[in-house]
């Protein structure tokens, strides 16, 4: 018999009660086949089978499949006679599959937990809770500048739900439900949001209707300020002049990734990385990708996503430049720590 691979006993309870209710129109509206399911359901109560024995015997050729033939000799041993084909049919569109095609392994056992049959527990998957986190980096934004956002989990998901209420009036201004095949990797995602209206806001993270996650943030009226340009490059030296005396921590990378990891609060994190000096990164780049999340000077730059040589990985924001770091190139600088993603253990980093 062909490996069967189930989802989680809850995902897969959800697929049993869409089932359910699927059979319960059908047969509503057509007599025969209610007939059919309740004599289907009885015969598997009286031959006292396991699923995985009663699927094992039907899938002869073990290619994975209940092929219309061998549900047909599976009628055959209840009413002492093979069935016409359009009785096969028709219990086929219960799991919305065609004799030619078969019910695949998946479907057929949910098939059978509809008609009464317990699934062993062995069959699914061991259950895993889902971490989420939200990167906002900015606690204030104006109307004029959209708001960056990530969000990114601890494994891979099917979707996630994504809200934006403003505090004081209640208002929704965002709500979406966003499946992987529209996310940037089935585990992360990059988008920005942009605001009529100021306010104070919150944003929400949800998987499966539980909020794993949330953010609050401000959003100011725009404000015209008239520029000074000797000033901003006066600025500017001294912003560079601060960059060049700035201390190297001789710490090792990896020894404070190892502490952020055994802290329990994001915002003990969040601390230790306001307090945390330049670190020199020595990495491997595995992908490179524009910066939506990004303040300043970061903004509309490269995202680098890297593994670090001690074995860890990490995303850092560059300026913008004309010509991208590669895929697969080393990444040796200076990086101020930003931020930790909950979700993915992963720093999220600045070069220096």
Not at 195 to 204: L, M, Q, S
Not at 295 to 318: I, K, P, Q, W
Not at 319 to 333: A, D, Q, S, Y
């Amino acid at each position: 018999m062909a490996t069967i691979d189930l989802p989680e006993k809850e995902v897969f309870n959800q697929q049993v009660e869409a089932l359910e209710r699927r059979i319960e129109g059908i047969t509503r509206k057509n007599n025969m086949a209610g007939l059919l399911n309740n004599n289907f359901k009885k015969w598997l109560s009286s031959s006292s089978m396991s699923p995985l024995k009663l699927t094992e015997e039907l899938d002869t050729n073990s290619d994975g499949v209940i092929s219309g033939d061998e549900f047909a000799s599976l009628l055959g041993k209840m009413t002492g006679e093979r069935p016409p084909e359009w009785v096969v049919e028709l219990v086929f569109s219960f799991v919305n599959a065609d004799v030619d095609n078969g019910i695949p392994l998946n479907d057929w056992m949910t098939f059978l937990a509809a008609s009464g049959l317990d699934i062993p527990d062995e069959l699914f998957k061991e259950k895993i809770e889902v971490v989420g986190s939200i990167g906002i980096l900015e606690e204030q934004i104006t109307t004029s500048e959209p708001l960056s956002v990530t969000v990114s989990f601890n494994v891979d998901v099917v979707a996630y739900e994504f809200s934006i209420t403003e505090l004081n009036s209640g208002t929704t201004l965002h709500n979406q439900l966003t499946p992987n095949s529209d996310m940037d990797r089935p585990d992360f995602d990059e988008f920005q949001i942009e605001f009529d209206e100021p306010g104070n806001y919150i944003a929400e993270l949800r998987h499966l209707g539980l909020r794993l996650d949330q953010h609050q943030f401000a959003v100011v009226p725009a404000v015209e300020v008239a520029k000074d340009v000797p000033a901003l490059e006066e600025a500017s030296r001294v912003d560079e002049q601060h960059i060049e005396e700035v201390h190297i921590s001789e710490e090792g990378l990896e020894a404070f990734v190892t502490r952020v990891e055994q802290l329990k609060l994001r915002s003990e994190a969040q601390a230790l990385i306001a307090e945390s000096s330049p670190y020199i990164a020595l990495a491997t780049i595995q992908s490179v990708s524009r910066t939506l999340l990004g303040v300043g000077v970061y903004r509309n730059g490269y995202t680098v996503h890297c593994v670090a040589d001690e074995g860890f990985s990490m995303r850092v924001m560059l300026k913008p430049c004309e010509v991208p770091p590669l895929e697969g190139g080393r990444f040796e600088r200076t990086i101020a720590l930003h931020d930790w993603d909950v979700a993915l253990k992963q720093l999220i980093c600045r070069e220096a």
